[in-house]
């Protein structure tokens, strides 16, 4: 007769598997320090290159002289929160730019790493609200990464922190293990899950949005999307000519987005093959579509998934065959640097004997010790929660609660990942303003040019950056019309303001024109007219 198993069996049987689920998800959710680190150097220079991208058209979108005054956004947009809100002065919009090039090159070289990627989130997501019309998929992933990585350890390794913890620890005769250059253990948190799964569900949404295009599960997108040239440039104007490459191309990439669960099922090497194949699709973009930064902060996102034996790897080949002086050089100057900016904090910070800051400074760090666990442990499983629930949404299988709506918006970390899906671009389309001057010339108002209504030679050109090109587009959307007036009135006030002879009224035109992949026939051609505005009246805000 079967003996049933005694209550101490089970128990044992039951904690085994407890343990055995436990090291599988801390396996799959481990991310090295060091990819941390190169994770973290990426974020501050792609905020840095962010703020120089964006600063070429600072006076345009960002103030009140440009086609979003701030008397327009109050009033289109029902709450504003930004910083960049609270003066419409490109002198005051200039110094937070300076401001968050500051702290980014902080969270870059890893000095108050925390401090430094909270500052930068919030400059971010301050600036992002000031024109939300100018924002493409870069933009909504980029304050994602940083948000992750307010609760993870990114100034652990390669960072002035570093440096500074190892003096500290040297001070004090107790070396810490994981300072400076020496090898800590790798993180497996529910934050370092929650950033992993981020760019997960990013892929995974989108690829369920693109089973509902006909061009996708054809194979036919990618070649669509090379022929509209206000997307490509470089190697994006040549390619076309090869159909079965792009097509290949097309299947590829459905492929790799709904195989994309394996960054998470994966672990090591296989996990690093995988993700280098979503590396190289990004490359392939940047060098082929004109889309901002996003191939890049898409990049910069994969970093975390080259786990332990990777890195180990990588540090026995530079070992072995790389320029070890010149790193230990330039280890020796980091180094450096961060032993100078210890002793400054600690000249600058340290409290005198029966100082009341020393009693406050000791109350502070206890209140830190004990928000702790809701700081790493509570608020990263609420998000993790909310974002798996949210892109679940946007395909249609799940809900998010109200309250959890309001926090993701607040936070701007809904899970919409549309990007050419479910059809892509099939369009070529490219703007005109024709004017009439007072002298009763007539001028290209937004290209100060001669007036055409033909296809320009290379559409891409027609467009001063790609943002520019993003706000062109939204203008252009049905829901938009009051921008058609503010992007007028820019024109107007910013002709005038560099000509010497004025616009008396302009029309803006949005034209046109889908030709076939293939054999480069146009299927479409035609011009919608925007606007016709009156350059001496009153500023227009409700047509």
Not at 435 to 447: A, C, F, K, T
Request: charged share 20%.
């Amino acid at each position: 007769m079967a003996r049933t198993p005694s209550l101490a069996t089970v128990r044992s049987r039951f904690s085994a598997v407890v343990r055995r689920v436990s090291a599988a998800v801390a396996a799959r959710s481990s991310v090295d320090p060091r990819a941390l680190a190169a994770f973290r150097t990426g974020l501050g220079a792609v905020l840095i290159a962010d703020l120089l991208r964006r600063s070429r058209s600072l006076s345009a979108f960002y103030t009140d002289y440009g086609v979003l005054p701030r008397r327009a956004l109050f009033a289109d947009y029902s709450e504003v929160y930004s910083l960049h809100a609270l003066s419409g002065e490109p002198w005051a919009v200039a110094s937070l730019f300076a401001v968050a090039g500051v702290v980014a090159l902080a969270l870059a070289v890893g000095y108050r790493t925390r401090l430094a990627t909270a500052v930068s989130w919030l400059l971010l997501l301050s600036l992002q609200v000031r024109n939300p019309m100018v924002l493409n998929a870069g933009d909504a992933l980029l304050p994602m990464l940083l948000f992750w990585g307010i609760f993870l350890p990114l100034g652990a390794r390669w960072s002035v922190d570093a440096v500074r913890r190892a003096d500290a620890d040297e001070a004090a005769s107790e070396p810490d293990p994981s300072a400076g250059g020496r090898r800590g253990p790798a993180v497996a948190t529910v934050a370092s899950l929650g950033l992993l799964l981020q760019m997960l569900v990013m892929y995974v949404t989108n690829g369920v949005h693109k089973l509902e295009g006909d061009l996708w599960m054809g194979g036919e997108a990618v070649a669509y999307v090379m022929q509209a040239d206000h997307f490509t440039y470089l190697l994006g104007d040549h390619i076309t000519a090869f159909p079965g490459l792009l097509r290949a191309a097309t299947y590829v990439w459905v492929v790799l987005l709904f195989a994309s669960p394996l960054l998470i099922l994966l672990t090591g090497f296989p996990r690093a093959a995988v993700a280098s194949l979503f590396v190289g699709t990004h490359l392939g973009m940047a060098v082929t579509m004109r889309i901002d930064l996003f191939p890049i902060i898409a990049v910069v996102g994969f970093v975390p998934f080259y786990q332990t034996p990777v890195w180990d790897a990588a540090a026995r080949a530079v070992a072995r065959f790389g320029p070890s002086a010149a790193l230990d050089r330039w280890r020796a100057r980091l180094e450096s640097v961060g032993g100078t900016v210890a002793s400054l904090d600690r000249s600058l910070l340290r409290p005198t004997r029966g100082d009341r800051l020393a009693g406050l400074s000791a109350g502070v760090r206890a209140g830190v010790e004990r928000s702790r666990p809701l700081f790493s442990t509570v608020i990263p499983v609420f998000f993790v929660v909310l974002i798996v629930l949210s892109s679940a949404q946007s395909v249609g299988y799940g809900e998010v609660p109200d309250r959890g709506e309001e926090v993701l918006e607040a936070v701007e970390m809904d899970q919409h990942w549309k990007m050419f899906a479910p059809e892509p671009v099939r369009t070529t389309r490219w703007f005109a303003a024709p004017g009439v001057l007072e002298n009763g010339s007539e001028r290209d108002v937004l290209h100060d040019g001669e007036v055409s209504m033909d296809r320009p030679p290379d559409v891409d050109a027609t467009y001063p950056s790609a943002r520019w090109r993003k706000y062109l587009s939204n203008v252009y959307s049905g829901d938009n019309e009051k921008h058609r007036s503010y992007l007028a009135n820019y024109l107007c006030a910013e002709w005038n303001r560099t000509h010497a002879t004025g616009v008396e009224n302009l029309t803006v035109y949005q034209l046109y024109e889908r030709t076939d992949p293939y054999n480069g026939s146009v299927q479409a051609a035609n011009e919608f007219e925007m606007i016709e505005y009156d350059c001496s009246g009153e500023f227009v805000q409700n047509e």
